[in-house]
């Protein structure tokens, strides 16, 4: 038992400094895909049907495979056949973050279905561009809305982060791994583990409830 | 809206460029399976470590690279190497030839036997583990792995073949009592034995095997390089003292 003990206090500084990479890794994906998840979003919702195709086709592709064998298609295969020699981690960025825009974009899309469409009629009589409403009316609505959703999402990357340790990145499962191999600490390397991503999954979902409370309009919400 | 756009894009493709021109230095980068001690594996101070690290290092010095080890999964070490993700592998690699189609091996440097490991009280031998309606756990990707399976349908031996991310977790299931044995390469037996409750059983009839360093086929400057790094290392006084400290051969 104090063995157990004493190899954890000695692994925990590894381990914790792999949360950086885990967190690098869930920021990157996230960003992206909250970059290019809000115009797939529009596009799915409002834009001409050729566009939608195109955007449906995309969601429909990233959803569809596993996220392991995307990671081993784009690292080993595209990236290598385009000539991006790139890093295990931003393969691992670029790969969840491209499966995030498929995932959020379906947030964002919700969100927006969710708000009256009759407020774009009431903005083209006021004169606005269709673009234009989107932008200043139907947007500032529907990313409020998408909050809950997407602190959803956040957990979920960054649990599925720990996949990226088959490229190769030293994030917190593969350090884990590699200490749990050196000392056959197995059960209490592996709990040590599953504590850290616990704390991050509630730091996260903690800020986002905050942003949430923050950037809430008086008198509207979703169950007014 | 439109500027912050513009600026992320910016910002992505600055670091990416970035991230690829550290690339151009005379570093070599090498692969190792940090779940194979004494080999290869992470330290307490979480610095990549080993009888092949250490090798590695010297040779390095001593024919007038960089060497960078990252630690990666076995099982994705190979497609690692041929899309130059990584430039050799010194991690305790077996010379087989199914491997040798894709790379290209350094000479041999050590030579490793393949074991049987069970519980310490155990009472199963080779024979019954072979013949008996047991389960054996391997590491994935593995010779020994690959050899077990086929020899079971050649030969009709009945045992369930389980398998692992790495030899420590087959050792661990060993301990837990999830399977009769485990199956590995001698040395990380070896390492399993001082470490935890169980003991080695003996060969099982697998030809021993001679670890070599990988590198790609085309790489043919690499190739020489290590060859001659690893016959001063192997004639040098440090090689002894390698020994001495991982006890691979125990």
Redesign the interface.
């Known amino acids: 038992m104090y063995e157990s003990l004493l190899v954890i206090t000695?692994a925990l500084?590894?381990i914790l400094?792999g949360s950086l990479v885990t967190v690098g890794i869930v920021l990157g994906a996230m960003?992206i895909g909250l970059?290019f998840g809000v115009p797939v979003a529009v596009i799915q919702v409002y834009a001409p049907k050729a566009l939608r195709l195109v955007a449906g086709a995309y969601v429909w592709f990233f959803r569809g495979i596993p996220v392991l064998v995307l990671l081993?298609l784009f690292?080993?295969g595209l990236f290598?056949l385009l000539g991006?020699?790139?890093?295990?981690f931003?393969a691992a960025v670029i790969v969840l973050g491209l499966r995030g825009v498929a995932y959020q974009s379906q947030i964002f899309r919700g969100s927006i279905l969710s708000l009256p469409q009759g407020q774009i009629k009431a903005a083209r009589a006021l004169g606005m561009s269709d673009l234009k409403a989107i932008?200043s009316i139907i947007l500032p609505q529907a990313l409020r809305l998408s909050i809950p959703g997407w602190s959803n999402e956040y957990s979920i990357v960054l649990k599925d982060s720990a996949i990226a340790?088959?490229?190769?990145t030293?994030e917190i499962m593969?350090?884990t791994?590699?200490?749990?191999?050196?000392?056959?600490e197995?059960l209490p390397l592996y709990l040590t583990a599953g504590a850290v991503f616990f704390a991050l999954t509630t730091m996260g979902v903690r800020a986002l409830r905050i942003l949430e409370k923050r950037v809430s309009l008086p008198g509207y919400s979703a169950h007014s | 809206m439109r500027r912050i756009y513009f600026l992320l894009f910016l910002g992505l493709g600055l670091v990416m460029v970035n991230s690829q021109s550290t690339w151009a230095e005379k570093t070599y980068i090498n692969g190792i399976d940090a779940n194979f001690p004494p080999f290869a594996f992470v330290n307490k101070s979480g610095e990549p470590d080993g009888f092949d690290v250490k090798a590695a290092d010297w040779i390095a010095q001593e024919m007038g690279f960089e060497v960078e080890h990252r630690p990666m999964d076995w099982d994705g070490i190979i497609p690692n190497l041929l899309a130059k993700k990584i430039d050799f592998i010194a991690s305790g690699m077996s010379i087989t030839p199914e491997r040798d189609i894709k790379v290209d091996f350094t000479i041999p440097y050590w030579t490793i036997t393949q074991v049987f490991v069970v519980g310490e009280d155990s009472g199963l031998t080779v024979d019954s583990i072979l013949h008996g309606d047991k389960t054996l756990g391997v590491q994935r990707g593995t010779s020994e792995a690959e050899w077990l399976k086929e020899q079971a349908k050649e030969k009709g031996w009945k045992f369930t073949l389980r398998y692992y991310d790495s030899a420590p977790m087959a050792v661990a299931d060993v301990v837990n009592g999830r399977i009769d044995a485990a199956a590995m390469d001698d040395a990380p037996a070896a390492d399993a034995v001082r470490k935890r409750p169980v003991k080695i059983l003996g060969t099982f009839g697998m030809e021993p095997e001679k670890f070599g360093y990988a590198v790609r086929e085309e790489d043919d400057q690499l190739l020489q390089t290590l060859n001659d790094g690893l016959r001063r290392l192997m004639k040098d006084p440090y090689w002894q003292e390698l020994i001495e400290t991982y006890k691979p051969g125990e």
């Open positions: 000695d500084p590894y400094e960003g970059f081993f690292y080993f290598s991006f020699n790139i890093s295990a931003f932008q340790f088959v490229l190769g030293s593969s350090r791994h590699f200490v749990a191999s050196r000392t056959y197995h």
